[in-house]
T-cell receptor, first 115, second 114 residues
Framework: AQSVTQLDSQVPVFEEAPVELRCNYS??????LFWYVQYPNQGLQLLLK??????LVKGINGFEAEFNKSQTSFHLRKPSVHISDTAEYFC?????????????FGSGTRLQVQP | GAGVSQSPSNKVTEKGKDVELRCDPI?????LYWYRQSLGQGLEFLIY????????KSGLPSDRFSAERTGGSVSTLTIQRTQQEDSAVYLC????????????FGEGSRLTVL
């Protein structure tokens, strides 16, 4: 079975500072990796995804993530955050499991951007 | 509409009552998922539909929970004899393909059981 660990439940950061949200996963098979963002009172929307190819993937709103197979990590980064980036961020791993795509989410990291 | 539509957006009910939550996925999406998000928690998988295959119900927390998907499109999640611990946001998501697992989410139905 696969699992996803987001080590930080909350990350406070000042506006225009860089940020890294950590995600580690475990799986015995190959994975696809995702970051989703949830703004207050909204559903989740896809921020970025790693399927194959370059291990550095770029997403919307200036976010990027790097797939590190040896470290089984997929950390999310942004060089300069804005107040509007305040949201909950979920890392997810997708594997093919007994005839279906199984998608497992981490517990989420709340990013709080302060002025 | 272009996105996943869920209704009602908010539902307040009394303990012991039954509730139905509806999800209208993006047209043409074959896969449909239900998740539960409790306050301050991550996403808990409930049930998965794929085409005409038997649904994966492995995440349903009790036999009070059931779901169906009619005509491969609209889905209804039913909670019978609601309990206070059922209070949560119920999220529906659909996916156009099995290939990646990328999901498109609705805005959720917030259920409050008094």
């Amino acid at each position: 079975a696969q699992s996803v660990t987001q080590l930080d439940s909350q990350v406070p950061v000042f506006e225009e500072a860089p940020v890294e949200l950590r995600c580690n996963y475990s799986s015995s098979v190959s994975v696809y990796l995702f970051w989703y963002v949830q703004y207050p009172n909204q559903g989740l929307q896809l921020l970025l995804k790693y399927l194959s190819g370059s291990t550095l993937v770029k997403g919307i709103n200036g976010f990027e993530a790097e797939f590190n197979k040896s470290q089984t990590s997929f950390h999310l980064r942004k060089p300069s955050v804005h107040i509007s980036d305040t949201a909950e961020y979920f890392c997810a791993v997708s594997v093919w499991d007994t005839g279906r795509r199984a998608l497992t989410f981490g517990s989420g990291t709340r990013l709080q951007v302060q002025p | 509409g272009a996105g996943v539509s869920q209704s009602p957006s908010n539902k307040v009910t009394e303990k012991g009552k039954d509730v139905e939550l509806r999800c209208d996925p993006i047209s043409g999406h074959t896969a449909l998922y239900w998740y539960r998000q409790s306050l301050g928690q991550g996403l808990e998988f409930l049930i998965y539909f794929q085409g005409n295959s038997a649904p994966d119900k492995s995440g349903l927390p009790s036999d009070r929970f059931s779901a169906e998907r009619t005509g491969g499109s609209v889905s209804t999640l039913t909670i019978q004899r609601t309990q206070q611990e059922d209070s949560a946001v119920y999220l529906c998501a659909s996916s156009p393909t099995l290939d990646t697992g990328e999901l498109f989410f609705g805005e959720g139905s917030r259920l409050t059981v008094l």
